[in-house]
Structure formats: C-alpha cells, structure tokens
C-alpha cells in the first residue's frame, strides 16, 4: 500500500492542526464548567409546555444572576451561575416559580454545587491524571518492546507514544476550545474522563501497529530494509485499525443522535478524540519511529 510514503504529508497535516489548535488554546482558552471553576447548576424541567429562553433570561435578572442557560431535550432547561448557597438556591426557584410557575409549571430535576476550592482541586487532579497516564504507558510499552531493543531501542517507541499521544491531546482540546468559542460547550470531569478513554484508545490502536513491526524485526531481522519492515505492518494492519474504530464510531454516532443529553458531550469528545488517536496510530507513530531510527543508525546508534 506504501503507506509511509506519505509520512511528510502525515507530518505537515499533523503539524498544522497543531500549530492551529495550540493557537485556538491560546487566544480562546477552553471553557471550564462548573467542576473546575466552582458554581451552581439547576435543571428544570417543564410538564407542559416550554417556556422561551427570554422568558427565562427575565425571570433570572430579577435576581441579577451571571446565568448561562441551555435548552435540554424538549422540556428542560439547564441553568449554569455561580456558586449558589442554599438561600440563593431557594431564591432562584421562587423567581422561577413567580415569573413562570402559573403559565409553565416545573419542578427542579438536578442541582449541582461545586464550591471554589474543591474546583481548583479537580483541575489539579484532572491534570494530574492524564500526566500519570501517560507516563505509566510509556514506561510500559518501554518494557513490552525490551526483547527487539537490539534493533530498535525498545526506549523508543515509549517515547513516540508519548508524542503521539500528546498530539491527541493538543489536537482535541483545540477542537473543543474552536468549539467552545462558538458555542456553550464547557468542560468538566465528563471530558477528563472521555479524554482518558481516547488516550487509552489511541495507545491500543499504537500497541497493534507496534507489535506487527516488532513480529515483522524479529522475523526478518536486517534482511530486509527497515522502511519495507516499517511499511508492510502499517499496511498488514491497516485494514483491522480502521474498521475497528469506524465500528466505535458508528455506535458513539449513534448514541450521540439517540442518547440522552446529559451523555452527548462526552460522546462527541470519544468521537473527536478517536478520530484523531487512529488517524496519530497509523500515520505519526510508526513514520515516526522510523525516522527517528534511521537518523541514530546514520551516526552509529540504535
């Protein structure tokens, strides 16, 4: 198929979606949801019929509240402010129940309060996690590889799954800081939580083309050039990565149009993310490996 071949436009793809999404992360900044920053959200939903979000926003500025509202499903509307006491809480249903009650009764379905400091904790955790993970990956396909290292350093593809893996990340959250920009998207610990799974996602998917090279070193060892070595295993499990994940695909697709709302920003995460983890599997982690391969030999060293 001569899949590698191609690594340079591989490179320059790569390149540019991350040079556009450190800049969409830089001017725009990715939205923290409440779980982050600290604050309060109420859902209301709504037996009859549903009031407009005018209707809404009039019965909110009575209390003056910094509110940002979002319709969800056909009968609800999800109320994001500030951290809420009890009292402020109570207020705000009495408005709600004031402006709206006799025309549009609710009654209130969720509440979320998330104070300042356990926020600021979770963005530490959070981040704290996903650096973890990727350490612990790498450390372990270092020692995955160890019984090749006389060919390739088996240091090595840990390394370049970090890379890859970090490109995942880069890549996703500037799609979602793009997205967040233009809509009411925010991100909390379902996002965390779906970018954990992408990460583990996109390491198997690398795993698979790694150990097809490493079946393909051992059996033909240097009788064959490293770039047809590199090359027949992108090309012998193409075809197993890129319908497995447009299997996933189909299904987070799916669950995405028919599920319920409160799962759909994590779906659409998995569905970025793993887009972007298949496409870094096959097209930067082995072009990677070997190029990184054959500078070392030029000078001497594996």
């Given amino acids: 198929m001569g899949i590698l071949k191609h690594k340079k436009l591989f490179y320059i793809i790569s390149s540019s ?9 830089i001017i725009w900044k990715l939205s923290l949801g409440i779980d982050f920053t600290g604050g309060s959200m109420v859902q209301v939903q709504f037996s009859k ?8 926003t009039t019965a909110l500025n009575v ?10 499903g056909t009968d609800s509307y999800a109320i994001t402010t500030q ?3 009890e009292q402020a809480h109570n207020t705000m249903l009495q408005n709600l129940a004031v402006d709206l009650g006799s025309k549009y009764p609710f009654t209130e379905s969720q509440f979320t309060a998330v104070g300042p400091v356990i926020g600021s904790q979770l963005k530490a955790q959070a981040t704290e ?9 790498a450390l372990y396909i ?3 590889f160890r019984k090749i290292s006389q060919i390739i350093s088996s240091w090595k593809y840990g390394v370049v799954t970090v890379v890859t893996l970090f490109h995942d990340v880069i890549i996703t959250m500037g799609v ?3 997205w967040a920009h233009f809509t009411n998207f925010s991100i909390g610990v379902p996002f965390v939580a779906a970018m954990l799974t992408v990460l583990g996602y996109s390491v198997h998917d690398t795993i698979v083309v790694f150990d097809r090279i490493r079946e393909n070193l051992l059996r033909y060892g240097t009788k064959e050039p490293l770039f047809n070595v590199v090359d027949v295993s992108l090309t012998q499990t193409f075809s197993r990565s890129v319908n497995t994940s447009l299997t996933v695909l189909i299904t987070l697709f799916a669950i995405y149009l028919l599920g319920s709302a409160n799962i759909k920003d994590f779906v659409l995460v998995l569905l970025v993310g793993i887009v972007i983890g298949t496409y870094s599997s096959i ?6 490996i070997f190029d990184w391969s054959q500078r070392r030999r030029a000078k001497g060293k594996r």
């Fill in 17 to 25: 979606l991350a040079v556009i999404s450190i800049a969409a992360l």
């Fill in 49 to 56: 019929s549903l009031p407009t979000l005018a209707q809404m």
């Fill in 63 to 72: 209390q003056k509240l910094n509110a940002q509202i979002q319709q969800v």
């Fill in 83 to 85: 951290y809420l006491n």
């Fill in 129 to 137: 996690a996903v650096v973890l993970v990727i350490i612990l990956i």
């Fill in 142 to 144: 270092a020692f995955a």
């Fill in 176 to 178: 979602f800081a793009i």
């Fill in 283 to 288: 097209c930067i982690a082995s072009p990677l």
